[in-house]
């Protein structure tokens, strides 16, 4: 199913995608959010009617470094022996549509297509793989947005990668879903129907697994409901200025798309 988080006349609901993109899609309204037995309100809209959210709220979004050798490749970096993780803050989280404001004290900014696992009720605390894999509620679309000249310039990277507006998720939560072969995709441009692809990986290539990520994770810190990780992007980061459109789809999720603007 697809569970999405949105806001209508009556104020902001959680619901169900449902439909094809063909025949229209709707979504209707559930009545709490979507982890355990969600009950439908009867209240339905068509989904071009309401504004879509980021699909969830999380206390924190954990980054993936390097988790495709082509993409530690183009930086000239080595692969890492074990997963290299990197927290996102709660506020740099925005949703479909929204725009990535650019700071002027960034001069290169970038994208970054990624594959998103979002926790469910149970959360995880040092589980192991098999634990991990039952602890995922479902997967979103992410673009880890990098400041890539203060991501080289700060010994960490909190900066570079913390910027309000820098992590845009959505447009939903698939909950079924096999993630182990899915084309992961980032097309940018100014004109919308004229869009040049920038990055085209597949999540088989991944270095570290999703159930493994999840699992290393959850040996650091408690992952809560709602938490999302970022699970690494692959070759093609290129930089996004002001008056662009950045889209980003993952294969039987859907399609992730941002403007770009000046903060200042
Ligand atoms: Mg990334």
Known sequence: ???????????????????????????????????????????????????????????????????YADHAAELGN???????????????????????????????????????????????????????????????VGNDVTARDLQRSDPQWTRAKGFDSFCPLGPWIETDLDVSDLEVRCEVGRNPDAMEVRQLGRTKDMVFDVATLVSYVSHVMTLLPGDVILTGTPAGVSQIVPGETVSVSVQGIGELRNPVVSLD
Do not use: C
């Open 1 to 67: 199913m697809r569970f999405a988080r949105f806001v209508h006349a009556g104020g902001v609901s959680f619901g169900i995608v449902e439909g094809e993109a063909q025949s229209g899609l709707t979504i209707a309204e559930i009545d709490s959010i979507p982890f355990q037995n969600v009950r439908p309100t009867g209240n339905r809209w068509a989904l071009a009617d309401v504004r879509l959210l980021a699909p969830i709220f999380s206390s924190k979004v954990i980054g993936i470094g390097r988790n």
């Open 78 to 140: 080595e692969l890492p022996k074990e997963p290299l993780i990197f927290i996102k803050p709660s506020t740099s989280v925005i949703g479909p549509n929204d725009a990535i404001r650019i700071p002027s004290v960034a001069k290169q900014v970038e994208h970054e297509a990624e594959l998103a696992v979002v926790i469910g009720a149970s959360g995880a605390r040092r589980v192991d793989r098999a634990g991990a894999q039952k602890a995922i509620f479902g997967y979103t």
